[in-house]
């Protein structure tokens, strides 16, 4: 004991903290600006400041990443910590852009699709680009302007004569290390498992912090090409298990089979929400065709689009699957190879003719692979249209229907029965070609008594010149291209036998002080009310959340069903439900026949999900009660949350294995071996 006593007084502390501050600056302004940059970015996107989890979790990432540096000469450091400083930066800044449009984190996964962005660049530029994007900038500035004033003051010859490289790299490394094991030792098993699975990104970057979630994604992001080999057996378990679990017996009910035979068109009417079909300005509708064809068809007026970053080919692929998006890219760029059940291929066996047409260029989200893929017979594209007036980014809408009436009336004389799917264009952000949409001014008119006491007509600006006001006028114009296409098929005859089907494919991402303009706006005193008001409506997260909801009616000419249907409903719901009409199914349909089930739960890609009772936010694991005579228990949030992780863990099986295929295949096999 006396022996181990006196070593330990004869130990000299060889580690010199002050020195090491001292010769360490560069690496210490690199390390803290990063660190800021990254709480920086999580209050100005998720909002969360005070979580210690994310700022530990970076703050080890950064170690990690910063302590090759010393492999190099103090003086030549800086170029290492300047490529650093750059990339992460970067990561910053695009990250937060594409926060501001898809209220979601940017993925290596998405690189390919982020290529779309290219021809919509316009687009990006005027409604996602904001100064606040480019505050991160000022962290690789302060790192060179350090470096600078450095050697001014000969710091590095100092340096150079204390600092052993290989010591600092190790020591550094092992710091962001254990910094790393004891912060995963404190996560619980749900958050662990939300880590792995990676489908709500904002839940990771709240909780995880901005680097460790790159860092995630770009593991996740190759995972796929290992996984695809090596847990094809697992996910054929789980695909099996699942539908086995959710065997349903085929319910009929009084719309079996209404519409068996007849020709169906799809109207995919780019970025109309809902709520612009409750909206008159001056006593004028915003989409007077709209709800007419709504109070005469069948209204679905709690319908939800389900896309993630894929946006309008997200919802192409649901409505024709009844499967999820994928939460690692997109299926129209990522996954167009892999074999899927769809609508036009479902109706081609019963003898219909499928075809597509959109007045954009055809590579567009890969439609001219993927629209092969799903079914279609002929995807008409530009190329097949006379471009005589363009709004947007193509052939503007009333064209594009006036021109497809005629494609239509040739394919209806060649096939007695057909399937066909319009997408719209003109109603695309970023809502700015005002002199090309018509006059509907979103004013508001008032009498007033003047200063003389007369009555006078009085126009207060409401709506001009906002983001929101500008896109009203492209949705009126949108609905009067949509009333001249139905009345176009009447003279040409072709509303015989023919059922239209209108769907908005997502919501306009307009911002949120627009709606508040909207819904809280004083004519008499041209201001806004205050949020004292009793009249005054508050719109939080939960209120825009639940106002994306988008348009779905269901009309015949020959049939008008005049129903609305307030049963809460998702995209994936559209196959099932036509397949009820129509005399079709999917045995790999996630969706329900809307008329056969009694409390259907609508699912978004980030795990949130929606119930006739509750609106579950998944990130901040609470929810908005929407029916005051629910009781929402815990066992009630558990069910349905299984639900949501099992229907998009089986989604995302089906794309990634390509398990459709293969499983024909297999019975191909069997079936030769038997023989």
């Known amino acids: 004991m006396r022996r181990l006593t006196d070593l330990l007084k004869n130990i000299k502390l060889k580690f010199n903290y002050k ?62 910590f300047t490529i650093i400083s ?49 505050i991160y900038l000022w962290q690789p500035i302060v790192v060179l302007f350090v ?17 052993k490289g290989k010591q600092r790299l190790l020591g550094t490394f092992i710091t962001g290390l254990v910094m790393i094991g004891i912060f995963f030792s404190t996560l619980t098993a749900l958050e662990i498992g939300r880590f792995s699975n990676q489908w709500n990104r904002e839940f990771l970057v709240m909780k995880f912090g901005i680097y460790t979630y790159q860092l995630n994604d770009i593991v996740r992001s190759l995972e ?10 697992e996910a054929v378990r789980e695909i099996r298990q699942y539908y086995e679990e959710n065997k349903r017996d085929i319910k009929t009910n009084k719309y079996t089979n209404i519409f068996k035979g007849k020709n169906l068109l799809m109207i995919h009417a780019e970025s109309i929400q809902q709520f612009v079909m409750d909206l008159t300005f001056n006593g004028e509708e915003v989409t007077p065709n709209l709800n007419k ?35 690692n890219g997109t299926v129209f760029v990522s996954y167009w190879d892999r074999e899927y059940i769809t609508i036009p291929k479902l109706l081609k066996e019963k003898g219909y003719y499928a075809f597509s047409m959109h007045g954009n260029k055809g590579d567009m989200w890969n439609r001219l692979v993927m629209h092969k893929e799903l079914g279609y017979d002929r995807f008409f594209n530009r190329n097949d249209y006379e471009i005589d007036e363009v709004i947007g980014f193509g052939l503007s809408d009333k064209s594009f229907f006036r021109q497809s009436i005629e494609k239509i009336k040739t394919i209806s004389n060649k096939h007695s029965k057909y399937y066909g799917t319009l997408i719209m264009l003109s109603n695309h ?41 500008n896109y009203l006028k492209s949705v009126h114009y949108a609905d009067a291209a949509i009333g001249e296409f139905i009345a176009g098929l ?15 494919d997502h919501d306009a991402r307009l911002p949120k002080k627009d709606f508040i303009r909207l819904y809280n706006y004083d004519p008499y005193t041209d201001t806004m009310k205050d949020v004292n008001d009793p009249t005054y409506r508050s719109f939080d997260y939960y209120e825009y959340e639940l106002n994306r909801k988008v348009p779905l009616i269901i009309w015949s000419k020959e049939k008008m069903l005049k129903t609305e249907v307030s ?58 009660l929407l029916n005051d005579s629910a009781v929402v228990s815990q066992e009630y949030i558990n069910k349905f949350s299984k639900i949501a992780y099992d229907k998009i863990n089986v989604s995302n099986n089906i794309i990634l294995f390509d398990y459709i295929r293969k499983s024909k295949e297999t019975e191909k096999l069997l079936e030769t071996y038997k023989n």
């Open 567 to 624: 049963e809460m409903m998702g995209m994936y719901d559209v196959l099932p439900t036509l397949g009820n009409m129509f005399d079709f199914r999917s045995e790999y349909q996630l969706g329900n026949d809307i008329f056969s089930v009694d409390n259907n739960v609508v699912i978004f890609p980030n795990g949130n999900w929606l119930t006739k009772d509750i609106y579950y936010n998944n990130q901040k694991q609470e929810f908005k």
């Open 224 to 233: 796929p090409k290992i996984t695809a080999a090596f847990g094809y057996d």
């Open 293 to 327: 064809l709504a109070k005469e068809g069948m209204f679905f007026s709690n319908f939800y689009s389900q896309v993630g970053v894929g946006t309008s080919s997200d919802t192409e692929f649901t409505l024709s699957t009844s499967l999820m998006p994928s939460t």
């Open 490 to 504: 009447e003279t040409e005859g072709l509303l015989k036998d023919t059922v239209i089907v209108i769907y908005g």
């Open 147 to 163: 470096h600078f004033n450095l050697i001014k003051k000969n710091y590095y010859r100092i340096v150079e004569k204390v600092e």
């Open 19 to 80: 020195q090491y501050v001292r010769t360490n600056i560069l690496f210490f302004t690199t390390t803290f600006s990063l660190l800021i940059n990254a709480i920086l970015i999580r209050i100005m996107t998720v909002g969360n400041f005070l979580e210690v989890k994310p700022v530990v979790a970076d703050f080890a990432i950064i170690l990690v990443l910063l302590s090759p540096a010393y492999l190099l000469k103090p003086k030549k450091q800086i170029i290492y």
């Open 429 to 469: 952000t970023p809502f700015d070609d005002l002199d090309k949409y018509g006059e509907f001014p979103v004013d508001y008119k008032i009498n007033i008594v003047n200063e003389d006491g007369i009555e006078e007509e009085i126009t207060r600006p409401y709506m001009e010149g906002t983001s929101m006001g």
């Open 86 to 134: 750059i990339l992460m930066t970067t990561i910053c800044v695009i990250n937060s852009m594409y926060f501001t449009y898809y209220s979601s984190f940017a993925s290596v996964s998405l690189i390919s699709t982020s290529l779309q962005v290219i021809n919509v660049a316009e687009a990006v530029t005027e409604n996602v680009m904001q100064l606040r994007d480019f």
